[in-house]
């Protein structure tokens, strides 16, 4: 009797054991499922080619920066570069070529722009900054020293810029989600749209020139 006893404790020892070891085994499963899920999560807002942040990052960091800039009646702005000639290096010297231009822009860029403002790549030859904080006048200011920047690394780009208060003077306030949200995209159509004008005005020059 003492015997069956003792096998049977020893059994039920056996089971906790390995109750406890899927336990463990469960939990760093779990682990490698979080670490995994929060890698996929940042993968989704980066462009793959420069792990600039793309459309789905661009679009997070502006309703972001539009939110402060309402509560705070702030401002913030916004800068379109456009590479001029990325298709004739396509075109000349191959897509390795080209995807190596786009990189060493995206990291001139990275390196000059605040660790709080927000860089992401758009299109093919488009990227976007977003400047926290920042007015018209220190948009233009750093749209300016940027586009010098690039040129001493021999990269031609045309740029535009706005703020948010440029295309929204007047102090702007917000009731509930579906005003915001309306807010939020008839701003930003604006302030893209200004900005692009300013884009598209430098490119036609060079034409000129």
């Given amino acids: 009797m003492k015997k069956t006893k003792n096998i049977r404790k020893t059994k039920l020892e056996l089971e906790i054991l390995m ?11 779990m682990k490698i499922l979080k670490k995994n899920s929060r ?21 997070s960091e502006l309703i972001k920066n539009f939110d402060i800039a309402l509560r705070e009646n ?3 702005g916004l800068i379109l570069i456009d590479l001029d000639n990325l298709k004739i290096i396509n075109d000349r010297k191959g897509h390795n070529a ?35 904080r920042s007015n018209l006048t220190e948009t233009e200011n750093i749209s300016k020293q ?10 031609s780009a045309s740029f535009g810029y706005s703020s948010l208060r440029e295309v ?6 917000v009731i ?33 020139q």
């Fill in 19 to 29: 109750l406890k070891q899927k336990l463990k085994e469960s939990k760093n499963e």
């Fill in 39 to 59: 890698k996929f999560e940042r993968l989704a807002l980066l462009d793959p080619l420069t792990k600039a942040g793309n459309r789905n990052l661009l679009k």
């Fill in 74 to 76: 702030s401002d913030f």
């Fill in 98 to 132: 080209g995807d190596n231009l786009i990189k060493n822009t995206i990291n001139t860029l990275k390196h000059r722009i605040r660790q709080f403002d927000v860089l992401c790549r758009i299109g093919g030859d488009e990227f976007i900054i977003i400047l926290f």
């Fill in 146 to 155: 940027l586009r010098e920047i690039l040129k001493e690394q021999n990269i």
């Fill in 168 to 173: 929204a003077e007047k102090k702007l306030k």
């Fill in 176 to 208: 509930n989600k579906t005003e915001f949200s309306r807010l939020f995209k008839t701003l930003y159509f604006k302030i893209y749209k200004k900005a692009d004008e300013r884009l598209y005005k430098e490119k036609n020059l060079k034409k000129i």
